[in-house]
């Protein structure tokens, strides 16, 4: 099993392959352990939110409520409860999909983050779709030019994804290129002047748009997405250039690679059939990772973007006290990240020749 | 290595570019729509009988009229609207409202004085946030069925437990969102365990207004669409979009833009360059609503008024209102907004200048020469932050240490309800252009025990009670001849500025940037006149 | 101690003769890397730098950071005010310098507080084995289950807005990955013959774990908590963003940044200047950190 260690990436290590303990022989023990893991999940978001200071019956009921409407309410919410049966009602709705009725909208939790959730998947999509297009062919070069200047320049410039406070990135692009130079389409994911026109299918704007051929809104909508998406493919392009070039320069060390040489293949061919074909693999998990990291960096992009998903949804949530909301979204949050961890887990079982 | 690096942002640039030559469509708005930007996230629900806060008042303003409105011209006057007229009993106890023929809901179903009473009986059955609105005139849940009644379909009569100003039960009651008619039947096909349509009105209006809720998207739109059976004739503007945009700076590049007709929240800074640019004019107008510095009595020092008129001090009401406040206040400390029956007029209502040698001497009178520590908690708007800072900055200088605590609204909320504060800074709005309305909740306290949590009076929560104050305020209540009413609550108000519980600071101003090819936006303090507005 | 000119020789002798000095030709092996190693360099100068601005914040200052100035607000970059004035007319420059002392003291307490945490936690689970394993690692992998920023978001959200609560929040999602990789250092260590050894003298779990077993995993702890930091400045700045970390008057850069995203389209420095100075603290704890991977973990180079 590969060694955490070995990911030398900051943000790593937690996301990686290592996610079970020991080697898991059978099946079962692989279900306990995520009932577990979902469980612990509840546990903790269900601590999380009675610890909120904020209080969902004055929010429901407004400033103006009387101390009787207050007390009906908190009994009406089973707020008068003792804990551990709060716990176990929260539970039981859960497990039956029932988050709760978020306050700022009135709907149900779940049905809101459906609801949200497209649009931050078409905001990731096209981030990804930039950080791996960007990402692999770069960590690839660096790798094959070790210690050149190509190699420093992937390498700073994937630090400097790193590095970057993506929500400041994305106020300063906003004022350059938005408000300055006016090269890209504004805040939000669409002109109003559109918002009626649309037949919404898979509510993915850039789909939706592209298939019923509406092309001038295709374009409105991708000149909206652009930006949003480059800052969140920038700091996926890091990560999985990182990532690249680090299992690249394993592979070159192989001793095959030294055979092709030396069987007169060029260089260019030795990286990128054969070398780049073993690592394969290993990049899709990772790829598959920096998805998941997207949905972290979306919550402050789509804040300063007016971007109408999950980001930002969780983020009114918490500055507006919707105590349901909050901890719907941390919750499925976590679930995706156990989905998303787990498949990565999976992939590399399935493929990475060591662990066969 | 520089070289290769300008090379790539060149092609990012280039990349970017061709985007750019594909949206080339110039944004513009609808011709029938008016599209507003504004920060809607405070949006809960739009039943009339739980709303509270501004934006969803003024939406439920434009889509349920109430029995009379406030004249768009002149905040302080009432017109007709569901009510064609009215008459008052000699002895001043009861008011009976003649409303106006063929009345149809959206639904198609009719709507009659039955339906209007039946929706004002449900404010105070529901008990939720505007109930407040009636019980503070004596309706109860055991008396409202004889207090309001419908003896025919076009007859609704409103009995008073006293003899109220008529002016004011007007503005109080009549002209307000709790007196505006639900479509009983469509509600009630909507009730959940007996919740008598609160969970139906949380996403929908069933009302008579020259606009309909269309739709909601938390957090992302409101539209408006004009009501086909409007009484009053159709509006210009079919259609009114509300687009949810927090941020100041994008609202304002949104409306340099052409995006939205609108915006609603923009900072000083921006409405200082959009004052000068071609093509958007700045809409302003005083709100009733006070920006105060909050003070809790339980606390030793604060308990003390001369302590409490020392902070009064420590404002520099004149830079803040050049500066932070520039374009979202005026100066003002009584506790009276302007434009209000019985305020005291500009100068008077706000005697205060930053003073440290004064404050310093009145601390020493109240016994704090040396100063004390207090707490200071306020919100995320985006004025708290920066006067937060000029108090603490001021108040250190007299030797009192405040610690600031940013929170989220929310929460400032639950502590400032609960009593859980030092001080506040805090905003309160009232829903109606006499004295009254702020006498009653900012200045009297009923019971200012723990245990009768009264969280709906910020005097409550402030743990302030004067006997002496709650006197006045009584009686001038029922005081009948005006001048006289007039009198006492100007005698309030100059008491209140020395000893009240808070510091008032700013009387709020709403300011919206409008594009010039919107015509006619109307507003005041009491409402925003959606249907008068129209392009050209 | 030997004199100066031997000091060169000391340091390169092939076999050391005291603990000490075996520990000083450590160090200065992993100097000569570091030298050679110019991005590591780099960073390493940034941090310095950082740390004596911090350190020397009052001298280098111009302006008293609290002081306001209602009429001198919002002003560009100039010869009274090098970096302008913000929103209170307050000195720019000033309180960035200042800033720099809240995000190192966030940085370096958050780090503090994961890194000792999960390195026990971690060295426990790897040694122990048993239940003890699984639970542990089960704790760690719920914790994992969340992105860092929202899990120290609803942290703070919980524990109320503040620096001090950022600091325990942002500490509280960042230990996972410190056990992970202590527990995978600790499972390479544990059937090694010296800990055996150690073993067979009668030592307690508790005495090996701690005095054996833990002092192996520290060096990729401590390169592990260096890029790591670079991750907590920048959630620290996300949650100050958000108006949920340091409070105000505090000059926190993230604070800073939230003010000025109001004025971003008037007065864009006073968002700019405060953002290039997170960028360059994160960049620098990267560069640094890879550098220190390379030097104290040579196995992965």
């Known amino acids: 099993m590969a060694d955490v260690a070995a990911i030398p990436v900051s943000r790593s290590g937690r996301g990686r392959a290592a996610a079970l303990p020991g080697r898991v022989s059978t099946m079962v023990r692989l279900v306990v352990s995520i ?48 804990l551990h049966i709060q716990f176990l009602r929260y539970v039981y709705d859960i497990v039956r999909l029932d988050f709760g009725t978020a306050l700022m909208t009135g709907k149900p939790v779940l049905e809101d983050i459906r609801r949200v959730f497209p649009a931050t998947i078409e905001l990731a999509t096209v981030g990804i779709v930039i950080g791996t297009g960007l990402g692999i062919p770069l960590g690839v070069l660096a790798a094959a030019y070790r210690d050149t200047a190509i190699d420093y320049f992937v390498r700073i410039f994937g630090l400097l994804g790193y590095s970057m406070p993506n929500f400041w990135l994305g106020l300063m692009g906003l004022v350059l290129f938005y408000a300055t130079l006016g090269w890209v389409e504004g805040p939000g994911r669409i002109d109003t002047a559109y918002q009626w026109d649309i037949e919404p299918v898979t509510d993915l704007l850039l789909l939706d748009t592209a298939m019923a051929g509406q092309w001038d809104i295709f374009w409105n909508a991708f000149g909206h997405i652009i930006l949003p998406a480059s800052i969140l493919g920038f700091g996926a392009m890091a990560y999985i250039s990182r990532m690249t070039r680090s299992f690249m320069l394993e592979q070159l060390a192989q001793e095959y690679v030294i055979a092709a040489r030396v069987k007169g293949l060029s260089w260019g061919r030795t990286v990128w059939v054969h070398a780049f074909r073993n690592v394969a693999v290993q990049v899709v998990t990772v790829v598959a990772l920096a998805y998941a990291f997207l949905l972290e960096g979306a919550v402050l992009t789509e804040t300063v973007f007016a971007w109408p998903g999950f980001g930002r949804y969780l983020t009114n949530a918490l500055l507006g006290g919707d105590m349901n909301a909050v901890v719907g979204c941390t919750l499925v949050v976590g679930i995706i990240f156990v989905g998303l961890n787990l498949l990565s887990d999976l992939l590399y079982r399935i493929f990475d020749p060591r662990t066969r | 290595m520089t070289y290769r ?20 469509a110039q944004a513009a708005t609808p011709g029938n729509a008016l599209v507003m930007a504004w920060n809607i996230d405070a949006i809960s629900t739009f039943d009339p009988a739980q709303i509270g806060e501004v934006v969803t008042s003024e939406l439920i303003q434009n889509t349920c009229d109430a029995l009379v409105s406030f004249d768009p011209k002149d905040e302080a006057k009432v017109v007709p609207a569901l009510a064609e007229g009215w008459d008052v009993a000699e002895d001043g106890r009861q008011i009976t409202f003649r409303l106006r023929d063929k009345l149809v809901f959206p639904s198609g179903n009719p709507g009659s004085a039955k339906d209007l009473a039946w929706s004002m009986q449900r404010v105070v059955r529901l008990g939720l946030g505007n109930a407040a609105t009636l019980t503070e005139y004596g309706f109860t849940k055991a008396n409202v069925e004889q207090m309001i009644s419908a003896p025919d379909d076009r007859t609704l009569v409103l009995k008073l437990d006293k003899p109220y100003p008529t002016s004011l039960i007007l503005q109080a ?93 923009l900072t000083p800074e921006d409405m200082q360059a959009i004052e000068k640019m071609p093509g958007i004019t700045l809409a302003r107008t005083l709100k009733p609503q006070l920006v105060y510095w909050g003070f809790n009595n339980a606390h030793p020092a604060f308990a003390n008024e001369k302590v409490r008129l020392a902070m009064r001090y420590l404002i520099d009401y004149e830079a803040l209102g050049k500066t932070v406040m520039a374009y979202n206040g005026v100066p003002r400390a009584s506790f009276v907004q302007l434009g209000a029956f019985g305020a005291l007029d500009a100068k008077e209502g706000q005697p205060f200048s930053l003073d440290l040698a004064k404050a310093k001497q009145l601390l020493a009178e109240g016994g704090y020469p040396d100063g004390f520590e207090a707490s200071m908690i306020f919100s995320t708007l985006p004025y708290a932050a920066p006067i937060a800072q000029h108090i603490q900055a001021n108040a250190a200088k007299v030797g009192v240490r405040l610690r600031l605590e940013q929170m989220a609204n929310a929460q400032l909320f639950a502590r400032h309800r609960g009593r859980e504060f030092e001080s506040v800074i805090a905003a309160w709005q009232t829903s109606v252009p006499d004295a009254q309305g702020n006498a009653a909740r900012l200045i009297l306290n009923p019971d200012n025990r723990a245990e009768a949590k009264l969280t709906q009076y910020p005097s409550w929560r402030h743990s302030f009670a004067s006997e002496a104050a709650n006197r006045i305020a009584a009686e001038a209540l029922l005081e009948r001849d005006e001048d006289r009413r007039v009198a006492l609550y100007k005698q309030l108000q100059r008491d209140m500025m020395q000893s009240g519980p808070t510091a008032i600071m700013f009387q709020s101003v709403h300011l919206a940037g409008v594009r010039n090819t919107v015509k006619n936006w109307t507003w005041h303090g009491f409402g925003s006149y959606y249907e008068l507005a129209y392009k050209e | 101690m030997p004199g100066a000119t031997s000091l060169g020789a000391w340091l390169r002798a092939p076999v050391p003769n005291s603990p000490f000095q075996a520990r000083m030709q450590a160090f200065w092996l992993g100097w000569r890397r570091l030298r050679g190693n110019p991005p590591a360099l780099a960073g390493a100068v940034m941090l310095l730098l950082l740390i004596a601005i911090a350190l020397f914040a009052p001298l280098i200052a111009t302006h008293d950071i609290y ?76 914790f994992l289950s969340f992105p860092s920023l929202i899990l120290a978001l609803a942290f703070v959200a919980a ?22 990789l202590a527990r995978a250092e600790t499972l390479t260590v544990r059937k090694s013959d010296y800990i055996a050894a150690v073993r067979l003298q009668g030592a307690s779990r508790m005495r090996i774990i701690v005095h054996h077993v833990m002092p192996m995993c520290i060096p990729s702890v401590v390169v592990r908590i260096t890029l790591n930091m670079a991750a907590i400045i920048l959630t620290a700045a996300g949650l100050g963003f958000l108006g949920l970390g340091a409070q105000p008057p505090s000059p926190e850069w993230g604070a800073m940044l939230s003010t000025g995203r109001q004025f971003v389209m008037t007065s864009w420095w006073i968002a700019a200047i405060p953002g290039t100075a997170i960028l360059l603290t994160s960049l620098a704890f990267n560069l640094f950190g890879d550098g220190l991977r390379d030097v104290l973990d040579p196995r992965h180079g």
């Open chain 1, 35 to 82: 009932a577990v893991t979902l469980f612990g999940l509840m546990a903790l978001t269900f601590f999380i939110g009675r610890l909120l200071p904020l209080d969902p019956v004055a929010a429901i009921l407004g400033d103006n409520a009387s101390q009787e409407a207050y007390e009906a309410m908190q009994r009406q919410l089973g707020l008068d409860q003792p």
């Open chain 2, 5 to 24: 690096r300008g090379q790539t942002w060149r092609l990012a640039l280039a990349l970017l570019a061709g985007s750019a030559l594909g949206g080339a």
């Open chain 2, 173 to 265: 009651i009549a002209a307000n969102r709790v007196a505006t008619m639900q479509d009983r039947k469509t509600i009630m096909a909507h009730e959940v365990n007996g919740d008598l349509g609160n969970r139906y009105l949380a996403t929908n209006t069933a009302c008579i207004g020259p606009y309909r809720l269309r739709q909601w998207n938390s957090g992302e739109a409101v539209v408006l669409e004009a009501n086909e059976k409007y009484w009053g004739g159709q509006p210009k503007l079919r259609r009114v979009i509300i687009r949810h945009v927090a941020e100041a700076g994008t609202q304002r590049l949104l409306l340099e833009k052409g995006d939205v007709d609108v915006a609603r929240d």
């Open chain 3, 67 to 142: 002081a306001q100035d209602l009429s001198s607000r919002l002003q560009p970059p100039s010869a009274a005010h090098w970096l302008g004035t913000d929103d209170l007319g307050r000195d720019i420059y000033s309180r960035l310098v200042f800033g720099a002392r809240i995000t190192l003291y966030i940085a370096f307490l958050a780090a503090l507080i994961a890194a000792p945490l999960g390195l026990v936690i971690g060295a426990t689970a790897g040694y122990l084995g048993g239940w003890t394993d699984t639970v542990l690692m089960r704790l760690v992998d719920i």
């Open chain 3, 159 to 180: 524990l109320g807005p503040g620096i001090e609560n950022a600091i325990i929040a942002i500490s509280l999602a960042a230990w996972p990955p410190i056990a992970r």
